[in-house]
């Protein structure tokens, strides 16, 4: 059974920081790797998905990274921002593309 | 361009009363629908998709259960309301293995 584990499980860092948030995962046979913004209180917002024959993904200040075969993603923020702040999750497809499995969060704190 | 919608957005019920929470999706065809909770504090846990009318899979055995009755429409369902139904209920879609949307969600809390 997949499990996806996401570490820090929350995160404060002042304005202007670049950091890294990191995603793993037990089955390397994953079809893709999606990672969501939520607001408190809100749905899922998706940040960027990355394809099984991919190696990266960018969206503008947003990197994400995938290595299945060492089973770990990293969602890279460059100079954060207090907008910034929301729990990231990770997100891991199965083999046939119908089902995720996601990580428990990241919380971050941007302060301004 | 792909739509989903969710309703209610908040909902308060008491204890043994029946729930209908509805999702539809606009712009696509055949889309697979998923139900997913997230309780206070915890992850999100996928409760039921379908990959097509008619076409439940659960994924925890639990009170409550999920319809599609037609391809773009997916309800949550219970007869009885437990304490520990409460939380965030979500519905998604996704097509093709592509980029999974996720609808507003519904904070249900049972009293």
């Known amino acids: 059974k997949q499990e996806v584990t996401q570490i820090p499980a929350a995160l404060s860092v002042p304005e202007g920081e670049n950091l890294v948030l990191n995603c793993s995962f037990t089955?390397?046979?994953?079809?893709?790797l999606q990672w969501f913004r939520q607001d408190p209180g809100k749905g899922l917002t998706s940040l960027l998905l990355?394809?099984?024959?991919?190696r990266e993904q960018t969206s503008g200040r947003l990197n994400a990274s995938l290595d299945k075969s060492s089973g770990r993603s990293t969602l890279y923020i460059a100079a954060s921002q207090p907008g910034d702040s929301a729990t990231y999750l990770c997100?891991?497809?199965?083999?046939?593309?119908?089902?995720?499995?996601f990580g428990g969060g990241t919380r971050l704190m941007v302060k301004p | 361009s792909q739509t989903i919608h969710q309703w209610p957005a908040t909902l308060v019920q008491p204890v043994g009363s029946p729930l209908s929470l509805e999702c539809t999706v606009e712009?696509?065809?055949?889309?697979?629908l998923y139900w997913y909770r997230q309780a206070a504090g915890r992850g999100l846990q996928l409760l039921f998709y379908?990959?097509?009318?008619?076409?439940i899979s659960s994924e925890v055995p639990q009170n409550l259960s999920a319809s599609r009755p037609q391809d773009r429409q997916f309800i949550l369902s219970s007869k009885k309301l437990l304490l520990s139904d409460s939380g965030f209920y979500l519905c998604?879609?996704?097509?093709?293995?592509?980029?999974?949307?996720f609808g507003s969600g519904t904070r249900l809390t049972v009293v």
């Open positions: 997100a891991v497809y199965n083999n046939a593309g119908n089902m995720l499995t």
């Open positions: 089955d390397s046979a994953i079809y893709n």
């Open positions: 379908s990959v097509g009318i008619g076409q």
């Open positions: 990355i394809q099984s024959s991919q």
């Open positions: 998604a879609w996704t097509w093709g293995g592509e980029s999974y949307t």
């Open positions: 712009g696509t065809s055949n889309p697979n």
